[in-house]
């Protein structure tokens, strides 16, 4: 942007430059996609599910990661990872309506994310 205003001058070039800068960034940042839990519903990006009919839930990392996303994988399964993350959540769905058997998040703090959704092992799911 810097190169196609700096005929009309070097101050209007920078000015451009720099709104444009913060205009990418900051839709960039609005786009993007995000995974929260809130009134007993997570959301990961377009997609949402009340938290009851969530089960049992894991984390997974490196080679077990791995597997789940490659040969292991049921085709069924929601999944929602970015390439440079190395951890995900897989969380079972137990919802009699939804054909996928499970979600498989990515995260960069597994342990929180099935702490609030009340999925780690351990915990009884079924007080959501």
Not at 8 to 14: E, P, R
Not at 76 to 83: F, L
Request: proline share 9%; net charge neutral.
């Amino acid at each position: 942007m810097m190169l196609a205003l700096w005929p009309l001058g070097t101050t209007v070039a920078f000015i451009g430059a720099g709104i444009i800068a913060v205009l990418t960034v900051g839709l960039l940042a609005w786009w993007a996609p995000r995974t929260e839990v809130s009134q007993g519903v997570l959301r990961v990006g377009p997609a949402h599910i009340e938290t009851k009919w969530l089960g049992p839930g894991r984390e997974l990392r490196g080679e077990e990661l791995r597997a789940a996303m490659g040969p292991e994988l049921d085709l069924r399964t929601w999944v929602h990872v970015r390439p440079w993350m190395k951890s995900a959540v897989m969380v079972e769905n137990i919802d009699p309506q939804d054909p996928a058997p499970a979600w498989i998040i990515a995260s960069r703090r597994p342990a929180k994310l099935l702490q609030v959704l009340g999925t780690a092992p351990g915990e009884n799911s079924s007080t959501n």
